[in-house]
């Protein structure tokens, strides 16, 4: 090949790589996130979900959902029993300090184990603290009144 083909051949490979180029159309990348809290498609909440648990070979020890799975039914009415006595107690020791337009009362009274001082903030504002007088342990709490 002599200098003319040569320099005819480049010129050519250089004028299809121009045209290569220029015919090429690029567009931007956009990232489109998959879960639905990073800003994602809704409907992919459940697949992710079901995708994470049907891959989780792990199981907690500790788990027994809340213990309701070893509970009878005998238990189970025995607690509600349980929670409906102490109801009406707590609304029976109540009655001793709310007065007849429904309005707390600041004072000290005391129940079988507990002990409920209700004293006045000032403004509405009440504090109520509950101890136990068997353990010493106690709750205390704000309440605004009307």
Known sequence: MN???????A???TVALAFAAGSSVASPLVYTPVNPSFGGDPLNGNWLLN???I????KDPDDDRFGFEDRSPFEDFNDQLERAVLSRLASAASSQFIDANGRFVPGSFETGNFVVDIMDLGGGALSITTRDKL???STTFRVNQP
Do not use: D, P, Y
């Open 51 to 53: 995708s994470a648990q």
């Open 135 to 137: 353990t010493g342990a």
């Open 55 to 58: 891959t989780n070979k792990h």
């Open 11 to 13: 010129a050519a490979f």
């Open 3 to 9: 200098t003319t083909t040569t320099r005819r051949v």
